[in-house]
């Protein structure tokens, strides 16, 4: 689709940095002319509208942007818009049980989804928030979606991570370097080693003729799922934004541009790899009708069993949720 056949309106419920860096990199990728950005917080929204619009006129770009605090039935919210994009959440702050974070999120979330199913019925929605695997879920469920259409951003940013590292231990490009991280977002994610090539060059092969040794590519699959907590700790008063935020606009360029991209994405399975009514990450096709498939790989009997671990913890976060969300309506 044409900038000049259709210009959609990209909605951003979060104006935190992973807002801020979404709307500036939609705009320099000409995803849209319409972008908004949502907080609760009055001003941020704005203040981040008007600085990225700043940012477009210095790069020579006409792009609309607006700021709002109110999801409301309006051109400055949520109303009409073809992507939503959801970052908005609570990080976990000192004495805050992993409860407490789960339970405050599923609500924010709750609520978005609620003002999806009301203002914007017909989008494409990627969520970010954390837990993820759990937030994603709640938010198909509450914004009465269909599946296919509301994923989770995790896998393209789990992989790029995994990617980074092999290249810089291999003195390659990351571009070169091609794989897959499934699985829930989480300690237990699962980066494909025997899917993992360097331009066509299998990277058991490597292994094989000592180019990188099996330990050096261990230490590297566990600091991919360690990468969040590292940038966490580098920086100490704040988490990753920018490689997010360009993780999730590929699946938007791919559902927008209808580029039928594989991608590592946090879908819905109904029965694919042996789960069903479950989000997790999987291999999906993304093109105009949002997940077009999810693609079944052949794992290795390792893999296997890493993955349906992880799945496993995506099923135990989910049913931890519900008995949180059921005491809380009893008290």
Do not use: W
């Amino acid at each position: 689709m044409s900038s000049k056949q259709f210009n959609p309106k990209i909605a951003l419920v979060g104006s935190g940095q992973i807002g801020g860096m979404l709307a500036l990199l939609a705009g320099l990728k000409k995803l849209s002319n319409n972008i908004v950005l949502l907080d609760v917080i009055d001003g941020v929204p704005q203040g981040k509208a008007l600085d990225t619009a700043q940012a477009f006129a210095c790069e020579g770009l006409t792009c609309k942007t607006c700021g709002s605090a109110d999801l409301s039935a309006s051109s400055e919210g949520l109303k009409d818009a073809d992507v939503v994009i959801v970052t908005a959440g609570f990080p976990r702050k000192p004495g805050m049980s992993r409860d407490e974070l789960l339970l405050k999120n599923a609500s924010v979330i709750g609520n978005v989804g609620l003002a999806v199913k009301s203002q914007c019925p017909g989008a494409f929605v990627v969520c970010i928030t954390n837990p993820l695997d759990a937030m994603v879920a709640k938010l198909q469920e509450t914004s009465g979606l269909p599946a296919k259409r509301v994923v989770g951003m995790a896998g393209i940013l789990d992989t790029s991570r995994f990617r980074t590292f092999l290249g810089e231990a291999l003195g390659v490009s990351p571009r070169d370097v091609h794989s897959m991280v499934l699985g829930g977002h989480g300690d237990a994610m699962v980066p494909l080693v025997e899917c993992t090539s360097i331009a066509g060059i299998p990277l058991q092969k490597l292994i094989e003729t000592n180019v990188i040794s099996q330990s050096k590519v261990d230490e590297i699959v566990q600091r991919t799922r360690l990468g969040g907590g590292e940038i966490v700790d580098l920086l100490k008063t704040g988490s990753a934004f920018i490689a997010p935020a360009s993780s999730a606009l590929q699946m938007v360029e791919s559902y927008l541009r209808d580029e039928k991209r594989l991608l590592p994405c946090c879908a819905q399975m109904q029965g694919e790899y042996g789960f069903k009514n479950l989000y997790g990450g999987v291999p999906v096709i993304i093109g105009k009708e949002g997940v077009e498939k999810i693609v079944q790989i052949p794992f290795s009997k390792n893999s296997t069993e890493e993955f349906n671990a992880s799945m496993k913890k995506c099923q135990d976060l989910m049913a931890e949720l519900k008995r949180i969300e059921s005491e809380a309506q009893k008290n």
